[in-house]
């Protein structure tokens, strides 16, 4: 069938006075064909009218639609168990002419961006050689909407401590920030809403508050919005990973940024201009850092175990040993595992991120060998008790000696009388009782409590019967037995 341009051709000539033999001569097409335009008289082509094979199956595959949930591949299946014979093929173009579960493409947009207006995020997971090993690491980048600026780092996983890590170096890397930072709808940012109605975890607003922007969502499925850093991570694992192996962790992103520095000295051919040279003017729009940038880190508390370790993400770290059972606190770094006991830091490790199972020992955490576990000293009741009185100390001795697990108790209570009762009653006692080898309290009690009735609860009587102290007549008088 000959095409528009065709036929117009052949209408022209015509009216130009041309005979039907030249202009088929011309055009090299057949003198029927010159014939049959010119009988049309018309330059476009008529439609051509075929039956189609799954037109008879119309209704039926408009219900079997719905049963299927629109999965196409069902309805075929279903048709041929009915009897119908028709390809797939068939039945998938039938339909997309149709519009029978497809919806009519709507064409792209494009966004335009001033400079310094805003800057997008997102990770993509990629496979890494790190060691002779192929490790599956997530790739975090932020570009700049207006220059194309780039800047991407490898983690091992992707949370709100490594998102923060991530953004402040990327953040240092441009030296500013634009005035807002377009995401997907990530849990690492979002609290709850998508789109515009988004809103971000209180911890990730107060920090992009710090740095002057604030998060954005595109709509659910508008995946377009986001091109700007969508689009470049198919290059970056096709190029920049592609015949490349590190050595470590801190290797690779030391590569990344080396990367990053070349691509972005680039020209680029859509830009007319390297990202780097278009970057100045997103620099003088920018918002300049802070005066002060915090250090990202993430808090764990922990128990020191008995073999005076902390375990954090599956490894673990020492810790002097005098700490063993006491609560500390943890603040995981980029690359660093710092202890804290207060706020006097006990230990600081280099942090193990590509492997599990792992102690990291400092030696000045372990006591020196040989000398072993050392023998505690005197109790702070003990030594007060001796304070106040230092002529226990023989009882004391011998006290803990007899009971070496609840001294402890012992000398509470007997910190107690010491403090209640009458020094002399007390250590006339107390001197009986280390005579003996009696170390029951409520007995020494009883006896210090007989001693004091007899010294100090004595009632006189005046020869008129009163009571020499009040004058005053005494109904009873008791005496000691």
Same mark, same amino acid.
């Given at each position: ?13 015509h ?25 049309a ?9 075929r039956?189609?094979k ?26 041929q168990?009915?009897g119908?014979e ?5 039945l998938?173009?039938f ?5 029978i579960?497809?919806?009519?493409p ?58 923060k890590?991530?953004?402040t170096?990327?953040? %240092? ?7 807002r930072c377009?995401?997907?709808n990530?849990?690492?940012v979002v ?6 109605a988004m ?9 992009s ?6 998060? %954005?969502?595109?709509e659910?499925?508008?995946a ?9 991570f ?6 920049f ?5 590190? %050595? ?7 590569q990344a ?12 051919r859509?830009?007319q201009a390297s ?11 920018? %918002?300049?850092?802070?005066i ?6 993430q ?11 902390v375990n ?12 063993i059972?006491r ?9 660093r ?9 006990v230990?600081n490790h280099?942090?193990v ?17 040989g ?5 505690a000293?005197?109790?702070r ?10 002529q226990l ?8 000696k007899r009971h ?7 000398l ?6 010491v ?5 002399q ?12 080898g009696m ?15 007899t ?7 005046a020869?008129?019967?009163s ?15």
């Amino acid at each position: 069938m000959l095409d528009q341009a065709m036929r117009s051709a052949i209408l022209l000539l015509h009216a130009q006075s041309h005979s039907i033999r030249a202009i088929a001569r011309t055009l090299k097409v057949s003198r029927d064909t010159v014939k049959r335009v010119l009988k049309a008289g018309n330059h476009e082509p008529p439609e051509l009218l075929r039956n189609e094979k799954a037109e008879i199956y119309q209704d039926e595959i408009q219900e079997l639609l719905n049963v299927c949930k629109g999965n196409l591949v069902r309805v075929h299946e279903k048709l041929q168990d009915r009897g119908a014979e028709l390809s797939y093929q068939a039945l998938t173009g039938f339909c997309r002419r149709h519009r029978i579960g497809f919806e009519a493409p709507l064409p792209a947009g494009r966004y335009h961006f001033d400079p310094g207006e805003e800057m997008q995020h997102d990770t993509s997971p990629h496979r890494v050689m790190i060691g002779g090993k192929l490790i599956l690491m997530q790739c975090a980048s932020l570009v700049l909407c207006y220059s194309r600026m780039i800047f991407i780092q490898y983690y091992p996983t992707f949370n709100r401590f490594w998102c923060k890590e991530f953004l402040t170096e990327a953040l %240092k890397f441009f030296g500013g920030a634009c005035k807002r930072c377009m995401i997907d709808n990530t849990h690492v940012v979002v609290l709850q809403g998508t789109g515009a109605a988004m809103i971000p975890v209180t911890e990730m607003a107060n920090f992009s508050e710090h740095f002057g922007f604030e998060f %954005k969502a595109h709509e659910k499925g508008d995946a377009n919005r986001s091109a700007r850093v969508e689009r470049p991570f198919d290059y970056i694992e096709n190029n920049f990973l592609a015949g490349r192996e590190f %050595k470590d962790f801190d290797d690779l992103n030391a590569q990344a940024r080396t990367w990053c520095e070349t691509v972005n000295a680039k020209h680029k051919r859509s830009l007319q201009a390297s990202p780097g040279e278009l970057f100045l003017r997103d620099r003088s729009a920018m %918002k300049p850092l802070p005066i002060w940038i915090p250090p990202v880190y993430q808090l764990h508390h922990r128990i020191v175990d008995v073999e005076g370790y902390v375990n954090v993400l599956n490894n673990r770290y020492s810790v002097p040993y005098e700490l063993i059972g006491r609560r500390v606190e943890v603040r995981e770094t980029r690359g660093r595992i710092q202890v804290f006991e207060g706020h006097k830091e006990v230990a600081n490790h280099a942090k193990v991120l590509l492997s599990r199972e792992q102690r990291v020992t400092e030696p000045s955490h372990r006591p020196p060998r040989g000398q072993g576990h050392q023998k505690a000293g005197p109790c702070r009741e003990e030594i007060e008790l001796l304070k106040i009185e230092p002529q226990l100390q023989g009882y004391v001795a011998a006290c803990r000696k007899r009971h070496p697990g609840r001294q402890l108790r012992l000398l509470k209570r007997l910190l107690v009388m010491v403090r209640d009762y009458p020094r002399q009653s007390l250590l006339a006692a107390i001197r009986t009782a280390k005579e003996y080898g009696m170390f029951d309290l409520e007995r020494l009690e009883t006896m210090v409590l007989k001693r004091i009735a007899t010294d100090y609860f004595v009632m006189e009587v005046a020869e008129n019967g009163s009571c020499p102290a009040t004058d005053r007549p005494l109904i009873t008088h008791c005496q000691p037995e």
